[in-house]
């Protein structure tokens, strides 16, 4: 939930910081109106790598483990590889239900939850393709016999392919 503030903060403060602005007493002058640029004259002017990030929040996810009865929030954010097409965009509903299913039927009940998550994320990237990089985070709030807030924040990428690689 933090990271998506941030992230929403961020959005707010870019937007912000690319409007222009005017005193309130003087009109915008030709010199300082901000110039319309055709799709095609930015394509030229912008040659920076676009990326592109989504996450989504799995809030109050109920669960069995560590012999215990956990409530979980499960923040996952993960980043498209470059390039991707239209049609290689996974639904995220798919993942969050994969999330909950991976959760559900973990098969070692003695894990603690960094372990978990990180076999959450090599899951992930296995499973999805078209994502290059994951990050979970989870949440577990108090139980009987652990009385703490616990958190575990993993981020895994995927592994860069380097072609023409000289060898020595």
Not at 12 to 35: D, E, F, R, T, W
Not at 48 to 59: M, N, R, V
Request: proline content about 5%; overall charge positive; glycine content about 2%.
């Amino acid at each position: 939930m933090d990271q998506l503030m941030r992230n929403l903060i961020a959005i707010v403060l870019l937007l912000a910081g690319c409007s222009p602005i005017y005193s309130q007493s003087s009109k915008p002058s030709s010199a300082n109106k901000p110039q319309r640029l055709s799709f095609a004259s930015q394509e030229k002017q912008d040659n920076g790598q676009l990326i592109e990030e989504f996450s989504f929040l799995i809030k109050d996810f109920k669960v069995d483990h560590q012999s215990e009865f956990n409530i979980l929030n499960i923040s996952i954010s993960y980043r498209y590889v470059v390039n991707i097409s239209n049609s290689d965009y996974p639904d995220f509903r798919l993942l969050a239900k994969d999330v909950e299913t991976f959760l559900t039927n973990y098969p070692n009940e003695d894990d603690y939850w960094e372990i978990v998550n990180k076999q959450l994320t090599l899951f992930l990237l296995k499973r999805y393709p078209a994502i290059s990089s994951v990050t979970s985070e989870v949440r577990a709030d108090p139980t009987r016999l652990d009385p703490y807030v616990r958190s575990s924040r993993v981020t895994r990428e995927r592994p860069v392919i380097r072609a023409n690689r000289k060898r020595s």
